[in-house]
């Protein structure tokens, strides 16, 4: 029976795929270079005006660094945060300081023709590099769509357009495979993920974990928060019943499993009661990047392992 699925599955959606490749192909073509000077707006609303290619980049954030190096920048990239860790070879690159704790001074001593900031964190920073001369882009995607987005974004900055089409195009290839397959899904297992746990704290709508839950096939439990990482109570999750838990791999220094057992209660949640209790790799999960696509399709292989897995 599960080969039947996946038979129908692929059949379903490789025509597409091919389509959608052999249009690219065409296209592709036609991708034109990025002229300078070029001025764009990032995802706050600040309107940046470059006026060359930019040869000297820096990133402060790992989600931005795994962007560029995917787009086969790395040779440019001339200075890092201290969590960007991925690809391997990213470890080796000049060090800025913590996402949170961004050293200005060694930002500015790598003479960056760009800098790519994230988030509203390092909103302060960005504004202070810029209000220094240096030409600063904050990435500040909410949803998958908004990180593609980004990713052509950063193509379109680095004139690295065809680049980034191409891995775009690969990367919704990939989305729409594990959507196909959960589209016409009769049974969407209820899912909590659990980011922390003193206090609990889990992800709410409006956040592209939520988004990841659903294109796998799952029911984000705490999908009706207004709180995109809402503080809960355990007696919530208790009534909320998951038939998946989704936790970080090692967390709680590897002791998760056990930890939850002793919760008051827990031993009566469907997910602890039938051991469906996933480890993921949290940066898959949580990274703006190309490798949210590689999380999307470690949920759906734990969610719906009958198509997935």
């Given at each position: 029976?599960?080969?039947?699925i ?7 959606i ?9 249009s690219?192909s065409?296209?592709s ?6 002229t ?19 040869e000297?980049?820096?990133s402060?954030?790992?989600g931005n ?7 086969g ?5 001339v ?13 080796d ?8 704790t ?10 960056p ?11 302060e ?12 882009i ?9 990180i ?14 065809s ?6 195009t ?8 594990i ?51 809402p ?5 919530l999750?208790i009534?909320r019943d ?14 998760a ?29 949580v ?7 590689d999380?999307?399709?470690?949920l ?10």
């Open positions: 029976m599960r080969r039947e996946k038979a129908l599955l692929v059949i379903a490789i025509l597409p795929i091919i389509v959608a490749a052999i690219w065409r296209e073509e036609q991708i034109p270079e990025t300078y000077p070029l001025v764009i707006r990032d995802d706050v609303g600040r309107t940046v005006k470059l006026g060359s290619e930019p000297r980049i820096v402060l954030a790992p660094t795994e962007i560029l190096f995917a787009l920048l790395e040779k440019r990239v200075g890092v945060s201290d969590q960007c860790d991925y690809p391997a070879e990213a470890r690159k000049p060090k800025v300081g913590g996402f949170a961004i050293s200005i001074e060694r930002t500015v001593s790598l003479k023709d760009v800098v790519l900031a994230s988030g509203s964190i390092q909103l920073i960005a504004d202070q590099l810029s209000d220094l001369g240096i030409k600063t904050v990435l500040f995607p909410r949803t998958i769509e908004s593609l987005g980004d990713i052509e974004l950063v193509g379109e900055v680095t004139n690295r357009n680049e980034a089409k191409a891995l775009v690969r990367l919704r290839g990939r989305i729409e495979f959507r196909a397959g959960t589209r016409q899904l009769m049974s969407r297992p209820r899912v909590y993920y659990e980011i922390w746990h003193s206090p609990l704290m889990s992800a709410g709508h409006g956040t592209w974990i939520d988004e990841l839950i659903e294109l796998s096939g799952g029911r984000n439990i705490f999908s009706d928060s207004s709180d995109p990482y503080i809960i109570s355990s007696e999750v009534e998951p038939e998946i838990i989704i936790i970080n791999r090692g967390y709680m220094g590897g002791e499993r056990g930890e939850m057992l002793r919760r008051a209660g827990w031993d009566r949640i469907s997910a602890v009661i039938s051991g469906r209790i996933y480890e993921m790799d949290e940066n898959l999960l990274r703006p990047g190309p490798r949210i696509v999380g999307l399709e470690a759906a292989k734990a969610i719906h392992p009958e198509l997935f897995g």
